[in-house]
């Protein structure tokens, strides 16, 4: 995208947000007073727009949600993946204006404004930074500008680290800097790189309140879709894996829904204590991976939760009318145990929602783990459960999107390579990443595939488990 039509595009945001006077012009508004804090306030706008498209398309390709009404996509459940699909472009898109908004910011807003304070410089490099790192582990490639050679994703995390790095270095505040040391710790996780992951991240298990967000305004149009598909629309349209029904929803409205939309997590201080205990086993040192791990539930169990009516919930769409709706047991394959507490009763009364996170892990379970293959598996539930809703699931199961066929069409820089889907052989097709069986006496619910235990079954894959 064109530097004036990156302007234009920002213009049209604060259009849809109320602005007075449609006939400010690239020059006139480089001109006018602390350029820069508004361009910020757009960055933060197109954050929340990107977040939207990257939590409704990967938590539906993953395990954790399965589309259950006519609206989003209606093959990424397969999950089927073309570099043809519309909303493979949508998602490149909304990253690639994340990007270029910033790129304009610190290239043209940056210079034109005399008074630009380094907190909106750095703002501007973690948005760079973070849409790279979105790019990088979610896309095979993607250009790093436009129509321009495209990047693999290794390439893409680098990158990351390195404006993170900037961001860090205009910045004076603390909370900041731990989010964005935080967000480094991640890319290094991502690409394989145990010790700098490690040492990062055990330079941040000090802080346990470490929570960066993005906030959503449903008032002037940026509402969390995540929070429309869980909850607020009548169609229930996303229903959770059944194992995961206790985590649903993560965000919610009470009363007017325009005025209480809440923010999705971007980094919390439960990445660190995950991202040490997986180091920590892939090092065989068992015994501090156990130690770090119950540190981690009292992170966890310090997180606020809230009470709910969530009585509408009927799970009535159109896709599967067998999710259970009563509080019945669930079991993750045939060989496990039934388990209660993990699918609610929401006719009973008010339930407790996570609303930052939550898990049904226990001490008790991870002190009964006798190696390191069967704490690794709980290190990945632990994933699943604290992520949930924060679209970071597809990253774990190993699941690529290739670059769009827009992309291709208008760029001749995209390789055929990088247009092709990454889904790892041992991930199940035909929907059975979603899919359960109901015991017709019981109504009790067996997972199909404990996608967890096949993660650890396939460590030494080059697509899952970076450490291993």
């Not at 093959?75 to 690639?96: C, H, K, R, W």
């Not at 290794?154 to 790095?165: F, G, N, V, Y």
């Not at 989010?179 to 890319?187: E, F, M």
């Not at 039934?338 to 930052?356: F, M, N, P």
Request: net charge negative; with cysteine.
């Amino acid at each position: 995208m064109r530097p004036r039509n990156i302007f234009l595009l920002y213009l049209s945001m604060l259009f849809i947000a109320c602005v007075d006077n449609p006939n400010v012009t690239e020059d006139i508004y480089l001109n006018t007073p602390a350029p820069s804090k508004s361009w910020v306030n757009g960055l933060k706008r197109q954050l929340a727009l990107t977040m939207n498209s990257v939590l409704i398309n990967t938590e539906m390709t993953s395990d954790n949600y399965f589309n259950n009404y006519t609206l989003y996509s209606k093959v990424f459940d397969g999950p089927v993946i073309s570099y043809t699909d519309i909303d493979v472009n949508a998602l490149q898109q909304e990253i690639g204006r994340l990007r270029e908004m910033a790129d304009y910011g610190l290239e043209t807003v940056v210079a034109s404004d005399e008074s630009v304070e380094a907190e909106s410089i750095s703002y501007m490099h973690f948005c760079r930074g973070f849409a790279l790192l979105l790019a990088g582990e979610n896309f095979t490639g993607l250009p790093i500008e436009p129509l321009g050679e495209v990047s693999d994703w290794k390439t893409l995390l680098q990158i990351a680290i390195e404006e993170l790095d900037l961001a860090i270095a205009q910045s004076s505040d603390p909370d900041a800097m731990a989010a964005y040391q935080l967000l480094k710790a991640r890319a290094y996780y991502r690409l394989g790189d145990l010790g700098n992951a490690k040492t990062l991240a055990n330079s941040l298990l000090n802080n346990t309140s470490l929570l960066f967000t993005v906030s959503f305004d449903g008032e002037n149009g940026v509402g969390n879709e995540m929070q429309n598909a869980t909850f607020t629309s009548t169609q229930n349209r996303f229903a959770p894996l059944p194992r995961l029904d206790f985590l649903d929803p993560k965000y919610f409205d009470e009363g007017t829904a325009a005025s209480d939309q809440k923010p999705v997590s971007l980094a919390k201080a439960e990445e660190a204590y995950l991202i040490v205990m997986e180091a920590l086993l892939a090092e065989n040192d068992l015994s501090a991976a156990k130690t770090v791990g119950l540190d981690l539930l009292d992170v966890v169990g310090a997180r606020p939760t809230d009470v709910l009516d969530d009585s509408r919930e009927l799970r009535n769409g159109t896709n599967r009318t067998d999710y259970p709706l009563t509080a019945v047991q669930v079991r993750e394959s045939e060989e496990d145990v039934y388990k209660d507490g993990y699918i609610l009763d929401r006719q009973a009364g008010d339930i407790t929602v996570y609303t930052v996170s939550g898990t049904k892990v226990t001490d008790a379970d991870i002190e009964a783990t006798s190696n390191t293959d069967e704490l690794l598996y709980l290190v990945y539930r632990l994933r699943q459960e604290i992520f949930m809703s924060e679209g970071r699931r597809m990253n774990d199961l190993g699941i690529r999107y290739p670059v769009s066929q827009t992309e291709q069409l208008n760029n001749p820089n995209v390789d055929d390579a990088y247009t092709q889907a990454v889904v790892p052989s041992f991930i199940p097709l035909d929907g059975g990443l979603d899919d359960f069986t109901v015991d017709e006496t019981t109504g009790n619910i067996t997972i199909l595939f404990d996608m967890n235990q096949v993660i650890v079954n396939h460590k030494t894959s080059e697509d899952v488990a970076p450490f291993h």
